[in-house]
């Protein structure tokens, strides 16, 4: 019997694996451990490097394990880590960072993203994370003065939109592939390992200090910069694609709400308690915001060309500051009481949007990126760690039946049906991205002819991969018979 913390977690004494919570061995050993906890063999272990180094101990004493190596540990990362979890299975999350920092904002999980979330059995540790549920998009012009409300609703897309401070949704997820409560084996964490090389068809990655690892499936979640791309695309003798500058930056602010109780707006306008996103449109510029924790913080994102800025943003850092100054000089013509939301905010942070184009491929050998690194995309819809969901619940759906070590061949067939699943919906809603970083109104009116809505149903009605995989095929099957139709009655008229 293991203690890791105060959960104590029974092995099989067969072949040392963690049993599942009802007792049965994952490994189908019919030896096995009480649940019972026995003091003698009670091993307290705090240390979460040592509880990483028992669960991998552990977990190589069978020879039939399915080895799966992410990676990355952001968002796109840990909820793969999540939602591959199964018996005979082992994780391993390889991550640059010490992962004690991340980026001080706030993220939406869209409705599309947070039913898969809620699909994991993840509500109680998710409700730690004190999400806020947003049911409406408020759209205002520069003038101060109401354009449209656009409901969000939850029944329709089968989940609410959930605002989260992204630390809290990181730390949540993070202890989610960690938990020994949930199915499966937890996963293994390894923090400062930097990813330098992958070879895609042995699934031999290599660390920054040579150390090196081997899987039977590699799962390349690391972000806009990966490195794990570039294999991917060397070894299909593709063209390498690089992040590109959208020729917008974007302005990031959390402020405490405490300190807006004597904002001089009509509560009808602008109201930080009600459980909305504000969107003021103006023609170039613009400024997205909304209440998390529990209503504690407003998170503020203001987008603006590159050519409008009054400072220089940074494309390597998500944390270069910005200044209040120049903020409100390109804020000069929005209303007075959003420039005083800015004056409360403590850091101004400034970072260079980039995207990158749909690529040719996600995947080669045993290896397919997910997430940033497949599809990066701007976020005037918000879809972009939403998205990476959407990947992992993909990879989870085509692996399921997957209960020991694949093959190679099995591996290929699999990431090649995720590709499939999830590369026109993905990259699409890239494009949608950009587009709705248009112009919202004409120039020189403040008239918002934009309409952020546009592509609401087809990004939330999402219900999975293998169910999306089906809408298309009966789509195609549909046009193909109208077509035949066509081609019929106009044979018949020549005739
Ligand atoms: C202003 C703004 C607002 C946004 N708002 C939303 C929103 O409301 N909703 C939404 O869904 N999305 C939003 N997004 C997008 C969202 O943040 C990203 O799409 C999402 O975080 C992608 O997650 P990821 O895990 O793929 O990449 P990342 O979060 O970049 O994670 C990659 C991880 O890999 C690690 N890594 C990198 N290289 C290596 C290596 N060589 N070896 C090991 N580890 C490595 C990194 O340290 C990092 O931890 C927003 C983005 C921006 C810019």
């Known amino acids: 019997v293991l203690a890791l913390g105060h959960d104590v977690v029974p092995t099989c004494i067969g072949c040392l694996v963690w049993l599942y919570k009802d007792g049965e061995c994952p490994s189908r050993c019919q030896q096995q451990l009480s649940n019972e906890s ?12 040592h509880l990483e180094t028992e669960a991998k101990m552990a977990i190589d004493a069978t020879t039939n394990t399915f080895r799966i190596i992410i990676v990355g540990g952001g968002i796109a990362g840990l909820a793969t880590a ?52 947003e049911r409406q998009f408020r759209i205002l ?35 989610a592939a960690l938990s020994t409560e949930l199915p499966g084996y937890p996963a293994s964490i390894v923090t400062a390992a930097k990813v330098v090389s992958c070879d895609c068809e042995t699934g031999t990655i290599t660390l920054e200090d040579n150390t090196t690892y081997q899987g039977d499936l590699i799962i390349g979640a690391d972000g806009i910069h990966s490195m794990v791309r570039e294999a991917v695309l060397k070894a299909g003798n ?25 904002l001089d707006v009509d509560k009808e306008v602008f109201d ?6 504000t969107l003021i449109m103006g023609h170039d510029r613009r400024v997205i915001m909304g209440p998390a924790r529990n209503g504690d913080l407003l998170g503020l994102v203001g987008m603006v060309p590159d050519e409008h800025m009054h400072e220089s943003s940074n494309p390597n850092s998500w944390t270069t500051p910005g200044h209040l100054s120049k903020l409100l000089q390109t804020y000069h013509d929005f209303p007075q009481w959003i420039r005083d939301i800015f004056k409360q905010a403590p850091d ?47 990879l989870q759906a085509f692996f399921a039946d997957v209960t020991a070590k694949p093959d190679p061949q099995q591996i290929a067939q699999r990431i090649r049906k995720v590709f499939e699943a999830r590369y026109k919906r993905a990259s699409l809603i890239q494009a949608y991205s950009r587009q709705q970083a248009k112009p919202a109104t004409e120039k020189g009116s403040v008239k918002v002819t934009l309409n952020p809505a546009e592509f609401l149903d087809y990004n939330c009605k999402y219900e999975g991969a293998v169910k999306w995989l089906e809408q298309q095929d009966a789509s195609r099957r549909k046009l193909m018979a109208k077509r035949e139709r066509m081609n019929t009655s106009s044979t018949g008229c020549s005739v």
């Open 141 to 175: 012009d520069t003038s101060g003065k109401i354009h449209m409300n656009i409901d969000m609703d939850g029944e329709k897309y089968g989940a609410d939109r959930m605002v989260y401070h992204r630390q809290d949704l990181h730390s949540a997820l993070r202890e």
């Open 348 to 394: 101004i942070a400034l970072w260079q949007l980039r995207d990158i184009d749909a690529l040719p491929t996600w995947i080669a050998g045993r290896c397919i990126i997910i997430g940033d690194a497949a599809h990066a995309m701007l976020p005037t819809q918000g879809q972009g760690a939403s998205q990476s969901i959407e990947d992992a619940e993909a």
């Open 82 to 133: 999540i939602a591959m979890r199964g018996p005979q299975r082992e994780i391993i999350v390889l991550e640059k960072s010490r992962m004690n920092k991340e980026v001080g904002a706030l993220l939406s999980l869209q409705p599309n993203a947070q039913k898969i979330v809620e699909q994991w059995n993840l509500k109680d540790i998710l409700q730690r994370a004190k999400p806020t549920a």
């Open 272 to 277: 930080h308690t009600r459980q909305a996103t």
């Open 238 to 262: 593709h063209e390498l694609v690089h992040p590109a500058p959208t020729g917008v930056s974007a302005y990031r602010l959390l402020v405490e709400t405490t300190n807006l109780a004597s």
């Open 38 to 49: 026995t003091d003698s063999y009670n091993l307290s272990i705090t240390d979460p490097t």
